[in-house]
């Protein structure tokens, strides 16, 4: 077992805390990372403080979007509707989608370790949402062109709908893979068990999510919100 196991058998077992952990893990490379390596995990020298201000910054952008007709309706959904999000309502899909995913996360986390901060995995969290904002700004700019049924839409789809598709779906692989990326950094786990923790916690995340927006969705149209 060289150094870099034994810390992250530390960290696992709960006798060191996450932020020990990442600290030693940083003392312990002796190499930079790439470029590719930030692109893929930009997590290990993300500051929690400037992770909680862009996450910060990207739910706001996501309800002033929400008022273009686009709907973040879930811990991983974005929509294109007819008819826009009310304030109350982009604000509880932000919640959804950010805080409450991040406390998903977290609780999952700490089935297998002791010592998780939340701070880390809101501050993670936020900002492997970010990729989002480029699909709904796309939506955004195609509003009158989206604000329409779907059977119109299949009857006569616009010019950037094909585009904006193709744009959908790397996003959404982009933030999976930015959100497992958060879990690892976060918890310290690796490994197969940890993918089906963290698999589970998103599937739970997302149910739980929908149920949630159903029920305060009731609530906030019976008072007029």
Not at 116 to 132: H, I
Not at 137 to 155: I, R, Y
Not at 181 to 203: E, V, Y
Request: hydrophobic share 50%; charged share 15%.
């Amino acid at each position: 077992m060289n150094t870099e196991e034994h810390v992250l058998e530390l960290l696992s077992a709960g006798k060191i805390s996450a932020t020990e952990g990442e600290e030693l893990l940083k003392a312990l490379s002796q190499r930079q990372r790439s470029s590719w390596e930030r692109c893929v995990n930009p997590f290990e020298s993300l500051n929690p403080t400037l992770g909680l201000l862009l996450g910060a910054l990207g739910a706001l952008a996501g309800v002033i979007l929400s008022r273009s007709n686009v709907r973040f309706d879930g811990a991983l959904d974005l929509h294109a509707t007819p008819i826009p999000a009310s304030v109350a309502e982009a604000l509880l899909e932000q919640a959804v989608a950010w805080p409450l995913l991040a406390v998903v996360l977290w609780s999952a986390a700490t089935l297998r370790v002791r010592q998780v901060r939340l701070v880390d995995f809101l501050s993670n969290v936020g900002v492997a949402r970010l990729p989002y904002l480029i699909p709904a700004v796309m939506a955004g700019t195609m509003k009158d062109q989206l604000s329409v049924s779907p059977e119109q839409l299949l009857k006569a789809p616009p010019p950037g709908l094909l585009l904006l598709s193709l744009v959908t779906v790397p996003a959404v692989v982009w933030v999976v893979t930015w959100l497992w990326q958060s879990f690892r950094t976060a918890s310290g786990l690796r490994g197969p068990k940890a993918g089906l923790l963290f698999a589970g916690a998103l599937l739970a995340a997302e149910v739980l999510s929908k149920i949630v927006l159903g029920v305060l969705s009731v609530l906030l149209h019976h008072n007029g919100l």
